[in-house]
């Protein structure tokens, strides 16, 4: 299972998942599975860190693996 941060930090920038699924363009079902440890493309992890306004060079900061 790999680890992350994308919950707490969706959390603190008062984001719902459905939100951030819409921003990123990504269900929010993918959403949700990141948030459960699930794997995901690298082409997702970075619409997801993109759609929080974070630059992709903050990967390490939301996405442990």
């Known amino acids: 299972m790999g680890k992350n941060s ?3 930090i969706r959390e603190s920038l008062m984001m ?10 990504v269900s929010p079902i993918t959403i949700s599975r990141i948030e459960e440890g699930m794997p995901c493309r690298m082409e997702t ?6 759609a929080m ?7 390490d900061k939301i996405f442990d693996d």
């Not at 306004?53 to 990967?59: I, P, R, V």
């Open 16 to 25: 719902s998942k459905a939100e951030l699924a819409r921003e990123a363009n």
């Open 6 to 8: 994308l919950k707490k």
């Open 45 to 50: 992890k970075r619409k997801i860190i993109l």
């Open 53 to 59: 306004g974070f630059n992709l060079s903050d990967k």
